[in-house]
């Protein structure tokens, strides 16, 4: 070892042994630590959309091609939950201008509004291309079954009106918008066919 490589070695443990010496002196331990009780949030909470018993996960409030699946996903399970309750408002609600959205809440509020209810009708999503992203608009391609709706009355008897017959493979395609305000995508096209 030469003398330069031993005085620069030397002087290394000679400043590692000082700090460390500041170790060793007894020290109070400090009493205006931060209370770990509320940890700080790494990123904002959005605030929640649709219904209490069905909220929006937050995988469909980004705007990217995952969100605006995981959107198209959530608004169909949206469609399917008026099997269960008779509460159209939240496809109303994540719907601008869509058409076939607006007629599928008027035909849920109608049939309500009359004291009818439906039985099945659930939408299946079969294949699912990627979206198409394009600013704050995205285009979807879906193709899904529907099984078999029934209307019924206040008593459970078959209403002839607004049921329908079980579809297969049938195709579809979807046109959202991104609506920052609310960090969520919204239906702006439903075409089946």
Known sequence: MTRRSTVGLLACLLAAGTALAGCSEK????????????????????????????????????QDAAGAEAFVRYYIELINRTSTVMDAQPLRELSDGCRDCDRIADNTEKAAGLGHSYRNGVITITDFRPPLIEGQQASVGISFDQAALAVVDSSGNPVEDGSSEAYSALPGGIGLRWDGGRSSWLMTDFTVG
């Open 27 to 62: 020290q109070e331990a400090n009493t205006s630590l931060p209370s770990t009780s509320a940890a700080a949030p790494t990123e904002e909470e959005l605030p929640p959309l649709g219904p209490e018993d069905l909220p929006m996960p937050d995988e469909a409030r980004t």
